[in-house]
T-cell receptor, first 113, second 110 residues
């Protein structure tokens, strides 16, 4: 079945380390997104990509980086510059680049040791 | 900002009807999404309204009033599995993106 796969489901990071969250989709969607969700809050857009080899900053891009070398993959790196990285991270995709996420992955919960 | 306002928590009884309201700023507004999110899981798409009025989809219906900046999600014949957060997400053409509200956590009691 087509869908979005995020891995791992739970991730732990030590202070000062970079960590990369994986997101793969086999829906042949052009656009992919990364959101962050904190307890009791809505989703906030970190980065999005409307086409391969192109991506744009969202509302809270500081301390994060992404790449889009393949249509199927949109990994997110949480760098040491992100001061409060503990959150639930959701990857999403849509068939076009109208910034309307249609399908979400199951999420990765990142915690700091 | 787009100032999305929806209740933080609601409680309802199994088999009953519940209405979850959402207000938002109208400047640059294009359409409105509702998502359901169970705890620790990904949001799932419920509805998308562009025109004024009520759209029914099984037990769930969504209403939009563009001039009032108001929408609601109506859930009928509530089931225990409907216990989840419901996210209101208006779309703004001016910003070319959707903004998610904080969500309404709905608890269903037997």
């Amino acid at each position: 079945d087509g869908g979005i796969t995020q891995s791992p489901k739970y991730l732990f990071r030590k202070e000062g380390q970079n960590v990369t969250l994986s997101c793969e989709q086999n829906l042949n969607h052009d656009a992919m997104y990364w959101y962050r969700q904190d307890p009791g809050q809505g989703l906030r857009l970190i980065y999005y990509s409307q086409i391969v080899n192109d991506f744009q900053k969202g509302d809270i891009a500081e301390g994060y980086s992404v790449s889009r070398e393949k249509k199927e993959s949109f990994p997110l790196t949480v760098t040491s510059a992100q001061k409060n990285p503990t959150a639930f991270y959701l990857c999403a995709s849509s068939i076009d680049g109208a910034l309307r996420p249609q399908h979400f992955g199951d999420g990765t919960r990142l915690s700091i040791l | 900002g787009q100032n999305i306002d929806q209740p933080t928590e609601m409680t309802a009884t199994e088999g009953a009807i519940v209405q979850i309201n959402c207000t938002y700023q109208t400047s640059g507004f294009n359409g409105l999404f509702w998502y359901q999110q169970h705890a620790g899981e990904a949001p799932t798409f419920l509805s998308y309204n562009v025109l004024d009025g009520l759209e029914e989809k099984g037990r769930f219906s969504s209403f939009l009033s563009r001039s009032k900046g108001y929408s609601y999600l109506l859930l009928k014949e509530l089931q225990m599995k409907d216990s989840a957060s419901y996210l209101c997400a208006p779309e703004y053409s001016s910003a070319s993106k959707i903004i998610f509200g904080s969500g309404t956590r709905l608890s269903i009691r037997p």
